[in-house]
């Protein structure tokens, strides 16, 4: 009974955090599950789409045989992964909280720790994923950004669509319990380029990643 509506397309996902290194046993991370991007790489394989998940550091499996799933660590792996893929892609789907800084230096032995003195560390910016995808975007690809706002949420999303050169953006709302980071519910908001938006009660993931996908390319 399941169509197969998404049968000719390639779909990009990135999902999950970074890991940015500081020393062989220690990183800057966050507390992103890759759990969204996990549930929509299966939604779009189940309508028969052919998805590359490239995927942070996280501990989920994939089951559907037409993903093909890359396994990265830092933002610039990240970045290396989809800007080779991008190209041969239909759609890019950006689930990934990528780290927004990188330790300037990565030690090549464990940092030591002195008694007496703080650390500082130097941080030096990663580059945006989806700026880099939108710049080379081609009038049939559609790029799909994620939103995490804790204040004038609707503004900083609109203001996310123009920079990146997104088609859509998904509003996760950080104000409602058991949506976000970690959970195995979301609750979104999916707003397109003229600024249209739509809301969407709080659902398990897999039921959000079936609205995004009836929402932007259903
Ligand atoms: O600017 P901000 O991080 O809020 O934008 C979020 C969106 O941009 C998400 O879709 C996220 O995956 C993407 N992003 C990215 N590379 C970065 C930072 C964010 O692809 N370095």
Redesign the pocket.
């Known amino acids: 009974e399941k169509q197969e509506s998404l049968s000719k397309k390639k779909i990009l996902i990135?999902a999950g955090p970074t890991y940015e290194k500081l020393d062989p046993v220690r990183f800057i991370g966050n507390y992103s599950s890759g759990k969204m991007g996990f549930a929509l790489a299966e939604e779009c394989a189940q309508r028969g789409a052919e998805v590359i998940l490239i995927s942070g550091p996280v501990s989920l499996k994939v089951s559907h045989p037409n993903i093909r799933r890359i396994d990265v660590e830092s933002?610039e792996e990240?970045?290396q992964a989809?800007i080779t893929e991008f190209p041969q892609s239909d759609v890019a789907i950006?689930?990934?909280?990528?780290?927004?800084y990188r330790p300037k230096e990565q030690a090549d032995t464990k940092l030591k720790r002195t008694d007496d003195t703080g650390l500082t560390l130097e941080l030096v910016p990663?580059?945006?994923?989806?700026?880099a995808?939108g710049k080379v975007k081609q009038p049939e690809q559609l790029l799909?950004?994620?939103?995490?706002?804790t204040n004038n949420e609707e503004q900083?999303a609109l203001k996310?669509i123009e920079k990146?050169n997104?088609d859509y953006?998904v509003l996760n709302s950080l104000q409602d319990k058991g949506a976000g980071f970690q959970h195995d519910t979301n609750k979104i908001a999916v707003i397109d380029k003229q600024g249209n938006r739509r809301n969407f009660p709080l659902k398990d993931k897999k039921a959000v990643a079936k609205d995004i996908i009836d929402q932007t390319l259903g």
């Open positions: 990135t933002a990240m970045y989809a950006l689930c990934a909280a990528v780290a927004d990663n580059k945006d994923i989806a700026a995808l799909i950004g994620f939103a995490l706002e900083n996310k990146k997104l953006i």
